[in-house]
Nanobody, 122 residues
Framework: QVQLVDSGGGLVQAGGSLRLSCAAS????????MGWFRQAPGKEREFVAR????????YYADSVKGRFTISREYGRNMGYLQMNYLKPEDTALYYC???????????????WGQGTQVTVSS
């Protein structure tokens, strides 16, 4: 079992930055793929970024490519999403997730954080 706790969200002006953190418990986290997803009001949850178990391979949604960076600390069971040049359309509830499949669909991830709110003002 893996338990995930998201943190780091907040209110920021357009063009600003935030870093989200994902704290994992359970030794198995080190061997799982990790992803970040987000859900805006009235919209479906969407993929943001993913990273493989050792941090060597990453993949991003086109909407965040070049602005967001996903990373993880292998030995500390921590994951991060650095978000730069934030836009109002980035406003959403952000979730970290872990799973055995290196995918972009939410059903491919078995473990989820509780979510952290990011609000970007114009």
């Amino acid at each position: 079992q893996v338990q995930l706790v998201d943190s780091g969200g907040g209110l920021v002006q357009a063009g600003g930055s935030l870093r989200l953190s994902c704290a994992a418990s359970g030794r198995a986290f080190s061997y799982h793929y990790m992803g970040w997803f987000r859900q805006a009001p009235g919209k479906e949850r969407e993929f943001v970024a993913r990273i493989n178990w050792n941090g060597g391979t990453t993949y991003y949604a086109d909407s965040v490519k070049g602005r967001f960076t996903i990373s993880r600390e292998y030995g500390r069971n921590m994951g991060y999403l650095q978000m730069n040049y934030l836009k109002p359309e980035d406003t959403a509830l952000y979730y970290c997730a872990a799973g055995d499949v290196f995918g972009t669909k939410d059903y491919q991830y078995a473990f989820w954080g509780q979510g952290t709110q990011v609000t970007v003002s114009s």
